[in-house]
């Protein structure tokens, strides 16, 4: 959901980033600060439906599901040296070690991210790059547009990608018995 505009040619921190107060989101990759557009309504529609879906599922579970603004520090670093931190649209965690009052710390079990105009190629790219290295075990792309999703799975260090449209039913591996069936997903886009 970040904007493609870099910020400046600067490398910043986490410690930078908590003090930045200018009212507008941000993420970091590899230093690089980018700035975060605002969520269309349908990317809203589809991320309320989505919570929904995995929250009601998650209740009473030990897995826990935060939604954005949530940062996310891919490679924690003592003295806040992170240079990667996200803020995906949905994420799952399963162990609650990697939770402290500023959110997660380490790879989420699950990552969802809902494509809005203001992503690029690129910017997903990293995005993948990053969210393998860090070890996530499932990363969803959600892209309104073409009312698809792609599936990335971890499998022995890399992803095994599946892409599911039409009145498909898409399984949530890390969470058996969950499954987003899009024809119901897509009911709510206008």
């Known amino acids: 959901m970040s904007d493609a505009l870099h910020i400046e040619e600067n490398t910043y921190t986490y410690a930078d980033y908590l003090e930045?107060?200018?009212g507008k989101r941000y993420e970091l990759i590899d230093g690089r600060a980018y700035m975060m557009a605002a969520p269309t309504p349908n990317h809203q529609r589809i991320s309320l439906k989505l919570s929904r879906l995995f929250g009601?599922?998650?209740d009473g579970k030990s897995c826990e599901l935060f939604t954005a603004p949530f940062d996310v520090r891919l490679f924690p670093q003592k003295n806040l040296n992170d240079k990667t931190v996200v803020q995906p649209d949905l994420l799952v965690v399963c162990d609650k070690t990697k939770l402290d009052k500023r959110g997660?710390?380490?790879a989420p079990d699950l990552?969802?991210?809902i494509l809005s105009p203001s992503n690029d190629t690129e910017e997903m790219l990293r995005k993948f790059q990053k969210y393998l290295q860090a070890g996530?075990?499932?990363y969803w792309v959600v892209?309104?547009?073409s009312h698809l999703i792609q599936v990335h799975i971890l499998d022995k260090g890399r992803y095994i990608s599946s892409v599911y449209d039409g009145d498909a039913v898409v399984p949530v591996l890390i969470l058996p018995g969950l499954s987003v069936d899009l024809n119901a997903l897509w009911i709510v886009l206008e």
Do not use: A, M, Q, T
Request: net charge negative; charged share 40%; proline share 0%.
């Open 143 to 145: 892209d309104l547009d």
């Open 20 to 22: 930045w107060n200018d």
């Open 56 to 58: 009601d599922f998650l």
């Open 104 to 106: 997660c710390n380490g």
């Open 136 to 138: 996530v075990r499932e």
């Open 111 to 113: 990552v969802i991210e």
